[in-house]
């Protein structure tokens, strides 16, 4: 990711505090030609981490599902591995780090 195989870049941040969410990230993968919109940037217990994009999950009545209060999502992409989101989720975070120095 950041200095491997693919490089990361943030195009934007948006911070919001709710819990362990700090905010949300839009990462850019040049040699893709990729932007992935409205990441996750979460932290909890000493630990950071980046989430992919998710939708809300919808009942059969059209409303969105809430589970103690909370809307509940649905990935709609995922990563072959936790060791390949596990270092995307690293590189993101170096790379936000980076750039908010």
């Known amino acids: 990711m950041a200095g491997g195989k693919l490089a990361v870049e943030i195009a934007d ?12 990230v839009t990462v850019r993968i040049p040699a893709m030609r990729l932007t992935i919109r409205d990441c996750t940037v979460n932290e909890s217990g000493g630990r950071r981490w980046v989430g992919l994009p998710g939708k809300a999950q919808l009942g059969r009545d059209g409303e969105t599902i ?11 992409c995922v990563f072959d591995s936790k060791e390949v989101g596990d270092a995307f989720s690293a590189a993101v975070l170096q790379a936000l780090d980076a750039k908010q120095c």
Not at 13 to 24: A, D, I, N, Q
Request: glycine share 14%; hydrophobic share 20%; no cysteine.
């Open 13 to 24: 941040f948006k911070p919001l505090e709710r819990g362990s969410l700090r905010g949300f």
């Open 66 to 76: 809430r589970r103690d209060g909370k809307v509940q999502y649905t990935p709609t």
